[in-house]
């Protein structure tokens, strides 16, 4: 059984830092590209940031470019996104998201920023 479990989510102020993890299982995660995405209420959702299997090459949406870092442990079969300098701007559910032969996705957690 396929599960992508997200965590870390929560209420932050603004200039504050999260670490959302997604604990992955059922499926050969070493092989598979890594994602985050995130919907905000009303907009549709949109990458944030990808991890190749090997965590050896990382991309990221300008608009968390220099303050949010993805980064993976395969031993751990876990996907991580350190979020610092958070905006209000990055309140949103986030996902994350296995790609190669197949696509999963996670069920989300709730990211808020707000004083």
């Known amino acids: 059984q396929v599960q992508l479990v997200e965590s870390g989510g929560g209420l932050v102020q603004p200039g504050g830092s999260l670490r959302l993890s997604c604990a992955a299982s059922g499926f050969t995660f070493s092989i598979y590209a890594m994602s985050w995405y995130r919907q905000a209420p009303g907009k549709e959702r949109e990458l944030v940031a990808t991890v190749t299997s090997t965590g050896g090459t990382t991309t990221y949406a300008d608009s968390v470019k220099g303050r949010f870092t993805i980064s993976r442990d395969n031993a751990k079969n876990t996907v991580y996104l350190q979020m610092n300098s958070l905006k209000p701007e990055d309140t949103a559910v986030y996902y994350c998201?296995?790609?190669?032969?197949?696509?999963?996705w996670g069920q989300g957690t709730q990211v808020t920023v707000s004083s």
């Open positions: 998201k296995a790609t190669q032969f197949r696509t999963y």
